[in-house]
């Protein structure tokens, strides 16, 4: 039987195989757990996150879905400073 921490390794390890982040377009992967949200833009070919925001750095009060796209733009002005125009979403 695996745990839910194996279960999500190996989805993550096959969505990987798929899917590279390159200097022109990097990866845009969205981690979600019960309590926070972390997005990161992260360039494979040199191993650099470019960009990252996350929900712990918001000090509001309010519901889930509210706090999600206060993440989503801050990522998208960290990623805009970065230089970063388009990205494949992990």
Do not use: H
Not at 25 to 35: A, D, E, G, I
Not at 54 to 77: F, H, M, N, Q, R
Request: proline letters at 2%; hydrophobic letters at 40%; zero cysteines.
């Amino acid at each position: 039987m695996t745990t839910k921490l194996e279960r999500r390794l190996k989805i993550k390890a096959g969505v990987r195989g798929k899917i590279s982040g390159t200097t022109e377009r990097p990866r845009l992967t969205v981690f979600r757990s019960n309590k926070q949200i972390y997005a990161q833009v992260i360039d494979d070919i040199t191993g650099k996150t470019l960009a990252a925001a996350s929900s712990l750095k918001l000090d509001v009060k309010a519901p889930k879905k509210e706090i999600a796209a206060k993440v989503g733009e801050l990522i998208a002005k960290g990623a805009r400073e970065a230089g970063v125009q388009t990205v494949v979403f992990d």
